[in-house]
Nanobody, 131 residues
Framework: QVQLVESGGGSVQAGGSLRLSCAAS???????MGWFRQRPGKEREGVAV????????GYADSVKGRFTISRDSTKNTLSLQMDSLKPEDTAQYYC?????????????????????????WGQGTPVTVSS
């Protein structure tokens, strides 16, 4: 069992930046990791996904060019740098271990990520962007 704990959420004005972190209690280095969010009144959606080695990543169209996902497998941490934040980015943000085989082809990760299919989920951290 792996526990994921997010941090770094908060309130910021539009145009500002936040950096979210996710600490894993065990090693998830064999698996893709992802960030998801649930906006008020909306279903949970995928934001960004990264391969086990960090060499491949993918983003939702709504955050491309503004958000950057990264991971440090030696420290079992996952990060999401969020720049040029918009009010519509207001949401509860979750990190997750994407469900797949160990060291999967990135296409498999992406498919699972789009389905929201994950082994483990964090409790979430809130982000509020004011206009």
């Amino acid at each position: 069992q792996v526990q994921l704990v997010e941090s770094g959420g908060g309130s910021v004005q539009a145009g500002g930046s936040l950096r979210l972190s996710c600490a894993a209690s065990g090693s998830d280095s064999w698996y893709c990791m992802g960030w998801f969010r649930q906006r008020p009144g909306k279903e949970r959606e995928g934001v960004a996904v990264i391969s086990p080695g960090g060499g491949s990543s993918g983003y939702a169209d709504s955050v491309k060019g503004r958000f950057t996902i990264s991971r440090d497998s030696t420290k079992n941490t996952l990060s999401l740098q969020m720049d040029s934040l918009k009010p519509e980015d207001t949401a509860q943000y979750y990190c997750a271990t994407v469900r797949s085989s160990p060291f999967p082809p990135f296409a498999n990760c992406s498919a699972a990520f789009r389905r929201g299919d994950a082994y483990y989920w964090g409790q979430g951290t809130p982000v509020t962007v004011s206009s």
